[in-house]
């Protein structure tokens, strides 16, 4: 199944309502993920631009826009980045293929 990192930045309120009420979301973040027919593989907290993330396995693109779509619906969720994740074997071929492609670019200063 196709990797994706699902990062995540909660609004101040569910914060404060995460402050007031602590509890591990992992539980009820794999249910969502397996009602979709993925799999949890991680969920982590971080620093930064976003305030966690999300390995998922996802049987494919709809599903796993289907999981981003569910889990901001509820307004909790101020925004989500999905990212497909690739295999080094998968860039490999990639790689491969793109030394037997050609492609002109523009002509800059002309």
């Given at each position: 199944?196709?990797?994706?990192?699902?990062?995540?930045?909660y609004t101040s309120d569910?914060?404060?309502?995460?402050?007031?009420?602590?509890?591990?979301?992992?539980?009820?973040?794999?249910?969502?993920?397996?009602?979709?027919?993925?799999?949890?593989?991680?969920?982590?907290?971080?620093?930064?631009?976003?305030?966690?993330?999300?390995?998922?396995?996802?049987?494919?693109?709809?599903?796993?826009?289907?999981?981003?779509?569910?889990?901001?619906?509820?307004?909790?969720?101020?925004?989500?980045?999905?990212?497909?994740?690739?295999?080094?074997?998968?860039?490999?071929?990639?790689?491969?293929?793109?030394?037997?492609?050609?492609?002109?670019?523009?002509?800059?200063?002309?």
């Open positions: 199944m196709p990797l994706y990192m699902c990062q995540f930045t569910a914060w404060a309502t995460l402050v007031a009420h602590p509890s591990n979301r992992t539980e009820i973040v794999h249910g969502l993920v397996e009602q979709a027919g993925g799999r949890l593989l991680g969920l982590y907290y971080c620093f930064g631009d976003y305030d966690g993330l999300m390995l998922i396995e996802a049987p494919d693109e709809q599903a796993m826009a289907a999981i981003a779509a569910a889990a901001i619906a509820p307004g909790h969720v101020r925004r989500i980045k999905t990212t497909p994740l690739l295999e080094p074997e998968t860039i490999v071929e990639a790689l491969d293929c793109a030394r037997r492609l050609s492609f002109t670019g523009p002509d800059v200063g002309r």
